[in-house]
């Protein structure tokens, strides 16, 4: 993996190292600007003591007063290297100090009568260059301490000013683009550009956040669209075999039912008419199986009219009050306001009676329908049943999904249910799913 340095790493970097090398170049400028000032200093001086010296030597040389000369010599010694006194023949009258190599050999002529008369003799004369080096490495320290403190405190606040200009601003921005994070706020203090960049990013935020949830939307819409149209296959597939199926099953299932029927009466054993009633009791639910399945496959188109739900729940629970009764359970109706909607009354009778007798089937006591027309009619039914389990909840109105035991159910009932509803332009939902249970049929309003 590829180690990435941070922007205020990289910047401290590229400030630090061209920082040091601006100043090692100005250092070894202002050295050598330095020690050529004071070496010229110091030949300006020697010269000027040369000069001296053959001013007031003049007058010892003409006189051979050579004791005086070495007095002169001995007065200079200390502000020069090297100094000799000679006369225009060539001959040394007098010397101090030790010629030093490499360094200019400074000439004061000694003239008699002014600039234009003759030369009796020179003075020559070498500078001292220790003093100087001293003084430049003296001056030199004092001007790398004096850059370093510099360079130090300038590096400090350029550095700061960075960070609170440039870095700061871009790691919030850097926050600021995550659309599941708060965005932090911008500094009143960053620069025009970061402030703009953090608009387009806000603004960038919430065209994420929208197209994040139109697509989770459509990702949903999808979904359930899918769902439908497997299961409307699902039925599609139930309707072909349903047909086969009924025309092979339908005969047998009545002769068996008529046969049972007509030798229950005549059983005087109890363990043969029990034998019989097992018969007949399976014999009717394969052929409820077999409806089902008719029911399904050839549904017929929905005949609209308007009609009274009120009135209509009233006749239903009338009509089913015996059946539900031998079951150990008790049906009712709350309401006794019309509620008026166009619906097909035989598709609404046949979704109650799915309804209602699901939670018979799964051990309901008291089943309560209701009837209300705010916001939309809607007719209600209501159980105190064991709810459903969370495993069929997401699945509960697709085909051949079922709470019963295997053998006691198709799993259609819902399944059919649901699509007579939408086929009369209702719509069926579970509203309460446990403990019991609340399916709602809203129709749309007449």
Not at 256 to 280: C, K, N
Not at 292 to 308: E, F, G, I, K, Y
Not at 310 to 336: H, M, N, S, W, Y
Request: charged share 20%; net charge neutral; hydrophobic share 50%.
């Amino acid at each position: 993996m590829v180690k990435r340095h941070s922007l205020a790493f990289r910047l401290t970097a590229i400030l630090g190292v061209a920082w040091l090398f601006f100043f090692l170049v100005l250092g070894a400028l202002l050295w050598q600007t330095t020690l050529r000032l004071i070496e010229e200093a110091q030949a300006d001086k020697a010269r000027a003591l040369a000069s001296q010296l053959a001013a007031v030597s003049l007058d010892a040389v003409l006189l051979r007063d050579y004791g005086t000369l070495e007095r002169y010599l001995a007065d200079l010694a200390g502000g020069v290297a090297f100094v000799e006194i000679r006369r225009a023949d060539g001959q040394v009258l007098g010397s101090a100090g030790r010629r030093v190599a490499g360094l200019p050999l400074l000439r004061a002529p000694m003239r008699v009568g002014g600039p234009a008369a003759e030369v009796v003799g020179e003075v020559l004369a070498q500078y001292d260059p220790e003093p100087a080096r001293r003084a430049a490495w003296q001056l030199a320290g004092l001007l790398a301490l004096g850059l370093a403190l510099f360079a130090g405190l300038s590096f400090w606040a350029l550095r700061r000013l960075l960070l609170a200009q440039l870095i700061q601003p871009v790691a919030g921005l850097i926050a600021r683009a995550d659309p599941e994070r708060a965005a932090p706020s911008v500094p009143d203090r960053a620069p025009a550009e970061i402030a703009e960049l953090a608009a387009a990013i806000g603004h960038l935020r919430e065209r994420i956040g929208r197209h994040l949830a139109e697509a989770e939307e459509a990702a949903q819409s999808r979904n359930e669209a899918l769902r439908r149209l497997c299961s409307e296959q699902r039925l599609a597939a139930v309707g072909q075999i349903a047909g086969e199926v009924a025309h092979e099953l339908n005969t047998p299932l009545s002769n068996i039912l008529g046969y049972a029927q007509s030798a229950l009466p005549l059983a005087a054993d109890g363990e043969l008419r029990e034998s019989l009633e097992t018969i007949q009791d399976q014999a009717r639910r394969s052929a409820q199986i077999v409806r089902d399945m008719l029911t399904a496959a050839r549904a017929p188109a929905p005949s609209l009219q308007t009609l009274d739900l009120t009135a209509l729940g009233a006749a239903f629970v009338r009509l089913v009050t015996p059946l539900a009764r031998k079951q150990g359970c008790a049906i009712a109706l709350e309401a006794d306001e019309p509620v008026t909607v166009r619906a097909d009354p035989a598709r609404v009778e046949q979704i109650l009676f799915n309804l209602v007798f699901n939670a018979v089937q799964a051990g309901a006591r008291e089943v309560r329908l209701d009837t209300r027309s705010d916001p939309v009619p809607c007719l209600e039914v209501r159980d105190d049943g064991p709810g459903l389990p969370d495993s069929v909840r997401a699945r509960l109105f697709e085909p051949f999904v079922t709470t019963k035991p295997a053998g006691q159910g198709t799993g259609l009932g819902l399944a059919i249910s649901l699509r007579l509803a939408r086929e009369m332009g209702a719509e069926l939902a579970c509203e309460h799913p446990g403990p019991g249970c609340v399916f709602a049929v809203r129709f749309p309003v007449a």
